[in-house]
C-alpha cells in the first residue's frame, strides 16, 4: 500500500471519528443567534436513550423531542440557564453530560478513583504475596548428579527410578 493509499485510508478513518450532528433541518431555528445558542445546549444535555451522546449528536426520537423543547424555551425567551434548569427539573442531573458535583452525584463523581484506588489496592496484595512464595527447594547433591547425567546423556540413566 503505497502513501497515497494510506492517507486516503487515513483522512476516511478520520472522518469517521468526527461527530455526526443529528440535527434536522426542520428543527432548526430561523434566527442564527438562537440557533447557535440552541446548539451550545445541545451538547451540555445528554441523550437519555444513548447515554454517551448529547442530544444534538443523538438520532434517538427522545433526542428529538429534546431538541426540539430546547428550541422551543429560546423562543419563548428562556435564558440558556432556564432552558437547562427546565429540563434538569423535568429529567434530573442525568441528563446533563458534566453533572454538578453534589451529594447526589458524588458516587459519579468519585467511583471511578475509588475502583482505580481498589485495583492498586489488591494488585499491591497480589505481588506481595507472590514476593513472599518460597521458590522450589534446592536441589540434592543426589538430584544435582541424576540432573548432570541425564544432561550428559540425553537421557536418564538406566536403573535409576
Known amino acids: 500500500m503505497g502513501v497515497s493509499h494510506a492517507f486516503l485510508a487515513f483522512a476516511i478513518l478520520l472522518c469517521l471519528t468526527l461527530p455526526a450532528h443529528a440535527v434536522r433541518p426542520d428543527e ?3 434566527d442564527p443567534a438562537l440557533e ?23 438520532d434517538a426520537d427522545l433526542a428529538h423531542d429534546l431538541r426540539v423543547l430546547v428550541r ?16 434538569v427539573s ?15 452525584t458524588y458516587l459519579l463523581w468519585l467511583g471511578p478513583g475509588l475502583i482505580l484506588l481498589a485495583g492498586l489496592w489488591g ?25 548432570a547425567q541425564i544432561l550428559k546423556d540425553g537421557a536418564e540413566p538406566k536403573g535409576t527410578p
Not at 504475596?129 to 540432573?147: F, K
Open 28 to 30: 432548526m431555528l430561523k
Open 36 to 58: 447557535a445558542r440552541a446548539r451550545e445546549i445541545g451538547q451540555e444535555l445528554r441523550c437519555l436513550v444513548c447515554r454517551n451522546q448529547s442530544i444534538d449528536d443523538s
Open 72 to 87: 422551543q424555551r429560546l423562543t419563548a425567551g428562556d435564558t440558556d440557564r432556564q432552558v437547562i434548569d427546565y429540563i
Open 90 to 104: 423535568r429529567y434530573g442531573d442525568f441528563v446533563l453530560l458534566k453533572p454538578p458535583f453534589k451529594y447526589d
Open 123 to 147: 494488585l499491591g496484595r497480589y505481588l506481595r504475596r507472590q514476593a513472599g512464595m518460597a521458590g522450589p527447594p534446592p536441589l540434592s547433591p543426589d538430584e544435582e548428579r541424576r540432573l
